[in-house]
């Protein structure tokens, strides 16, 4: 074996340095044949996309060829399509973004030429290893990963069995969280709610819709008087959706408010399960002194907790994150690494048990606190299960690919003439 891989090395060497070899079948796969040239190329074409490895041994190679080969082949039976557009566009923007890595058009085709090698040369290798792994996603799922199963047994019998081999899980923090949003006050809502109104006047008066649209709309859609295209039921928000499906060819409805405002939608067509409609809107933000009087509520919140107040029941009452204020406000037990990367240093700047400042970000106001210090533990079941479960499975898969490949070489006939 370690003679036959020495004597594959050095002839691959010599085509490397281009001088005349005699080309020779290295394997036979049913009625296809593997040559030597087709081994280096493929080693060549490895390695101008930057996917071959320096200790990578040439004969390992060579078994993957031989297992593509039998996937096509079992493909071609069963008469299995890919979407060959895709694959040569993928292929094509991996190329681009080999050639991207190089300082110059030039520097590319001079690595090219070293490989004796063509851009052609490369998309193609792009494109047959695009489409031999498409061909192998659809086989695999159909003769491998169907067949896999992982039960809560076998998990927790693997977890029982290696837990103690598992990292450990560091020092961490129960984090608790307030958080408000910044929303429009009374003022600003009722401006706006005014200023529709006159806008609905104006339309009943008899001016244009897209002429008002263009004029006085808040969304983009302006620039084309407010037309918003076709679309299907589930497309917008509920109650613009509703409203603009309850209407009839040409009728102009009363004001829907919705999250981003107060809108009048026009309705310019019907067709099939779709509608074009325009519409004007009137988008309702929140004002400085919105900002002002949330940051202020923030700011007595956090002076009512140091004065001695739960934690718990002020998130309860004034936090409006439903999923954690039921909760007392508590998001989880994260390390240090595990942090909101946003929020992590002013949070660890503060003590254990003390409440941040105020932190603001898009709108959003938060206040932070380490509820309590956890000390270094194995990691629970519920923690690793799903890693447990993919590891498990990958096993599995291999385990199974590796007898459905046995029985394909079986079938096939496989040589390997070294």
């Known amino acids: 074996m370690k003679k036959a891989l020495i004597m594959l090395l050095l002839m691959l060497a010599v085509l490397a340095a281009g001088a005349e070899v005699i080309d020779r079948i290295v394997a036979k796969v049913g009625t296809d044949v593997i040559l030597l040239s087709d081994l280096q190329k493929q080693l060549s074409q490895m390695q101008s996309a930057k996917v071959l490895k320096p200790d990578t041994d040439p004969r390992e190679v060579l ?11 079992r493909a071609k039976d069963l008469n299995i399509k890919i979407d060959e557009a895709r694959i040569k566009g993928n292929a094509e923007r991996y190329l681009k973004q080999i050639k991207a890595r190089y300082p110059s058009e030039q520097a590319f085709a001079a690595d090219l030429r070293k490989s004796k090698l063509t851009e052609s040369d490369l998309l193609k290798y792009y494109v047959d290893m695009l489409s031999e792994s ?22 927790m019998a693997f977890y029982t069995a290696t837990k103690d081999t598992l990292a450990v899980k560091p020092v961490s923090w129960k984090l608790g969280m307030i958080m408000r949003e910044v929303n429009a006050g009374n003022e600003a809502d009722a401006q706006k709610l005014s200023e529709i109104q006159a806008i609905l006047a104006r339309l009943k008066a008899g001016e244009d819709f897209a002429t008002l649209a263009a004029a006085e709309s808040d969304c983009p859609s302006k620039e084309v008087g407010g037309d918003l295209g076709f679309f299907t039921a589930g497309m917008m928000v509920k109650p613009f959706e509703q409203a603009a499906f309850a209407l009839k060819e040409g009728d102009i409805s009363e004001i829907v408010k919705t999250q981003f405002g107060y809108h009048i939608i026009k309705m ?3 067709r099939d399960k779709e509608i074009r409609v325009r519409h004007i809107l009137k988008m309702v933000s929140a004002t400085n002194a919105d900002s002002l009087a949330e940051r202020n509520l923030m700011d007595s919140i956090r002076q009512r907790f140091i004065a001695g107040e739960s934690f718990a029941s002020l998130a309860q009452a004034y936090s409006m994150d439903p999923e954690t204020k039921n909760e007392g406000g508590v998001i989880g037990e994260f390390a240090e690494s595990e942090l909101p990367e946003l929020f992590a240093i002013p949070i660890m700047q503060v003590p254990v048990g003390d409440i941040s400042a105020v932190m603001e970000n898009e709108g959003m106001l938060y206040l932070f606190i ?12 519920e923690e690793v299960k799903e890693q447990i479960q993919q590891f498990l499975f990958q096993r599995k898969q291999m385990e199974e690919y590796n007898k459905w490949m046995s029985e394909l070489k079986r079938e096939s006939y496989v040589q390997i003439v070294l």
């Open 268 to 270: 310019e067509e019907k």
């Open 63 to 73: 078994v993957e060829m031989i297992e593509q080969r039998l996937m096509i082949q």
């Open 134 to 155: 498409a061909l192998t996603e659809q086989l695999v799922n159909k003769y491998i990963s169907s067949k896999v199963k992982i039960s809560d047994k076998e998990m």
């Open 370 to 381: 380490r509820l309590e210090e956890l000390p270094p533990r194995i990691f629970s079941y």
